[in-house]
């Protein structure tokens, strides 16, 4: 019975281990890929007064911006949309016929800390909601739809980065 009872022991603490290794590395992903999201977020947001001035939109759709990543933040504005194809053509991450350039999003994410994986998922991300939204003919509307898509399907990874972070970061670095 000692045997037994110390053979459950030993194989119920290895399995207690096991299970406290792997919710370890999964928050180290986690964590790794929040950071990712959060330097991109930044990145991207560069260049959002350029295009504020350019477009002639409303102070509006800057609390579009700093709201992104919150779930339970409706995205409603076509302006929102407009303002992600002239972010993204100023990083020249979209092509001439206004699609993702895929492998320039693959750089820009590992220009922003994602190793190869994490690139080619999010990527992949991308290229999934284009497929998704390809039908909508407004390109303005088409990329709001992108986007909401997009930070869905983070939020499902829980790969969203905290927005005070964000904002932290966009703050100081202007």
Same mark, same amino acid.
């Given at each position: 019975?000692?045997?037994?009872?110390?053979?459950?022991?030993?194989? /119920?603490?290895? =399995?207690?281990?096991?299970?406290?290794?792997?919710?370890?590395?999964?928050?180290?992903?986690?964590?790794?890929? +929040?950071?990712?999201?959060? %330097?991109?977020?930044?990145?991207?947001?560069?260049?959002? %007064?350029?295009?504020?001035?350019?477009? /002639?939109?409303?102070? &509006?759709?800057?609390? @579009?911006? *700093?709201? *992104? =990543?919150?779930?339970?933040?409706?995205?409603?504005?076509? @302006?929102?949309?407009?303002?992600?194809?002239?972010?993204?053509?100023?990083?020249?991450?979209?092509?001439? +016929?206004?699609?993702?350039?895929?492998?320039?999003?693959?750089?820009?994410?590992?220009?922003?800390?994602?190793?190869?994986?994490?690139? +080619? %998922?999010?990527?992949?991300?991308?290229?999934?909601?284009?497929?998704?939204? +390809?039908?909508?003919?407004?390109?303005?509307?088409?990329?709001?739809?992108?986007?909401?898509?997009?930070?869905?399907?983070? &939020?499902?990874?829980?790969?969203?980065?905290?927005?005070?972070?964000?904002?932290?970061?966009?703050?100081? /670095?202007?």
């Amino acid at each position: 019975m000692n045997i037994l009872g110390s053979t459950t022991t030993m194989v /119920s603490t290895k =399995w207690c281990f096991l299970l406290v290794t792997i919710a370890v590395l999964t928050m180290e992903v986690v964590s790794a890929s +929040q950071e990712v999201l959060k %330097q991109m977020s930044v990145g991207f947001s560069k260049v959002l %007064q350029t295009c504020k001035t350019e477009l /002639s939109v409303g102070d &509006h759709i800057i609390q @579009d911006f *700093y709201n *992104y =990543w919150r779930e339970d933040y409706d995205l409603l504005n076509r @302006d929102f949309g407009c303002m992600v194809i002239c972010m993204a053509v100023k990083h020249d991450l979209i092509n001439d +016929q206004l699609t993702m350039h895929h492998g320039n999003a693959h750089a820009f994410a590992k220009t922003h800390g994602a190793d190869d994986d994490t690139a +080619q %998922q999010l990527v992949t991300i991308l290229r999934e909601c284009e497929a998704k939204h +390809q039908s909508v003919e407004d390109v303005c509307n088409r990329a709001l739809e992108m986007a909401k898509c997009f930070r869905t399907k983070i &939020h499902e990874l829980k790969w969203a980065p905290a927005m005070e972070v964000v904002l932290e970061e966009i703050m100081t /670095s202007v």
